[in-house]
């Protein structure tokens, strides 16, 4: 744990010498900012699924080598569709019904509650279509949690500090992440700390699954303790007309449609990204632990730096160098030999995560109107999920198509993540087509040359 805190404190380090040359401008300092309870919560939430989330593929991964002895992509591409659609599909109801009742923290405290006690019972899966029907009712229930939450956290901040401030609680929520899929490694490696009677491959998942529910529980609890912000206005709130929202032109309609392609193409090497890890490179959990906290790092490292950066040079451009860099990760796997290829690829994946995914969140907090944005968050993520899902579900059954004409898993494995890559970078001019909804005081090239020259490009010298 030693060595854990000290990189943490590294990072924190390496990151925060980046973010004083980036610090918001001094119009910034008044506005609302999160308070403490949030980010206790979001830390807690993002703990527990860092407890179970890294491991669910290598669980079904380690299901099918016990009962089949032979891999099925179909499956692996099934898992990751529901995983991507449960959890999506119903999220417009339950960001429109937090725009409309107002109680969001209630919706936030019972779809925690729910969906992380119920990975407990992932342990009793006979087969893998159980497992499958079990992650789709899981996925459901937490999927009240997601739009909510965030509809919650942006009632609570400021519009010009919004992206400083996801950024920061980006940090926070990561850091747990990181801490919790460590330590669920480290612990499938050493003598079971509690009695486990069943089959003896789902022993290294005991514990990991149980403390999710628990740390559920207690994330739950302390979410109904978070102040929401009151309403401005007593009249009643109209359940928003989802299909308003893709069906008549809007710098939201085209950002939505926009990520249609890189979604598409981004999802189709996820199911086979654990196959190169476990399979061909015969990672143990402490490893595969180790290349998921990698990425978790990389994360936290650049999560704050590009939040403030978004806030000063826009969304547009960090969307568009996460985006344009991301199709290295599968190309790095497809070339694996050793795991040391596969955390390099994991590193550039969370620059990545870190540089685009906040300011996708804070574009569309930015396109979208006050009161709805549980439902324009909750759009976007239906949105993108059904892509996501036909892209996993498509590549699982292609690959299984490979595997069946070629006779090689190798080959199946390797040309799957080569079309994604390929597919990746085209897909990322896409993004080009987006407009800004206001203007910004800086450019990308200013606060390169600012880092550069360690000052910043704004401030004039004597």
């Known amino acids: 744990m030693l060595e854990l805190e000290l990189i943490v404190r590294l990072a924190a380090q390496e990151f925060q010498g980046a973010a004083d040359l980036l610090e918001e401008s001094p119009e910034n300092t008044n506005e609302p900012k999160l308070p403490a309870k949030a980010f206790v919560v979001g830390a807690l939430t993002q703990f527990a699924l860092g407890l179970h989330a890294p491991f669910l593929q290598t669980y079904l991964v380690d299901m099918q080598n016990y009962l089949y002895g032979v891999k099925n992509f179909a499956e692996l591409g099934a898992f990751r569709s529901v995983g991507n659609v449960a959890p999506t599909v119903l999220q417009p109801i339950w960001g429109g019904a937090s725009d409309k009742v107002g109680h969001t923290r209630a919706f936030v405290a019972f779809g925690t509650m729910m969906g992380l006690i119920f990975v407990y019972l992932f342990l009793w899966a006979a087969t893998p279509i159980d497992l499958i029907i079990l992650y789709v009712i899981q996925s459901i229930l937490f999927s009240i949690q997601i739009p909510t939450w965030l509809s919650l956290m942006g009632g609570l901040m400021g519009e010009k500090n919004r992206g400083d401030e996801l950024g920061k609680l980006g940090l926070i929520t990561n850091i747990s992440s990181f801490v919790a899929t460590l330590a669920s490694g480290a612990l499938a490696v050493l003598p079971s700390l509690l009695p486990w009677n069943g089959e003896p491959w789902r022993e290294d998942f005991y514990l990991p699954f149980l403390l999710t529910a628990i740390f559920g529980i207690v994330s739950s609890l302390l979410s109904l303790t978070i102040k929401e912000k009151s309403r401005t206005d007593d009249k009643p709130r109209k359940f928003p007309p989802m299909h308003r929202l893709l069906s008549q032109p809007s710098d939201f309609r085209k950002f939505s449609f926009v990520a249609v392609f890189f979604s598409f193409s981004m999802s189709m090497a996820w199911p086979f990204f654990i196959v190169v890890q476990r399979d061909w490179l015969g990672a143990t959990l402490l490893e595969i632990a180790i290349a998921s906290a990698v990425m978790t790092l990389s994360t936290i490292i650049f999560t704050i730096p590009f939040g403030r950066l978004s806030d000063r040079v826009g969304r547009k451009p960090l969307i568009l160098l996460g ?9 790095t796997y497809a ?21 685009s995914m906040n300011a996708i969140t804070a574009y569309i ?10 439902s324009h968050i909750a759009v976007f993520n239906t949105f993108t999920g059904i892509v996501y899902t036909l892209g996993s579900f498509l590549a699982g059954i292609f690959g299984q198509l490979i595997l069946i004409t070629l006779g090689s898993e190798y080959l199946s494995v390797f040309i799957m993540l080569i079309v994604s890559g390929i597919l990746r970078f085209i897909a990322a001019f896409f993004y080009l087509l987006i407009e800004e909804p206001k203007q910004y005081s800086s450019t990308l090239r200013l606060e390169f040359k600012a880092l550069v020259h360690r000052r910043r490009h704004d401030i004039d010298t004597v």
Do not use: K, Q
């Not at 985006?323 to 599968?330: A, D, K």
């Not at 070339?335 to 540089?355: D, H, K, P, Q, R």
């Not at 907090?365 to 549980?374: H, K, S, T």
């Open 323 to 331: 985006r344009m860099l991301l199709f290295v990760v599968p190309i």
């Open 335 to 355: 070339f694996a030999w050793e795991m040391w290829m596969v955390y390099l690829a994991n590193f550039i994946a969370g620059f990545t995560t870190a540089a």
């Open 365 to 374: 907090y930015d396109v979208a109107p006050e009161d709805e944005r549980g």
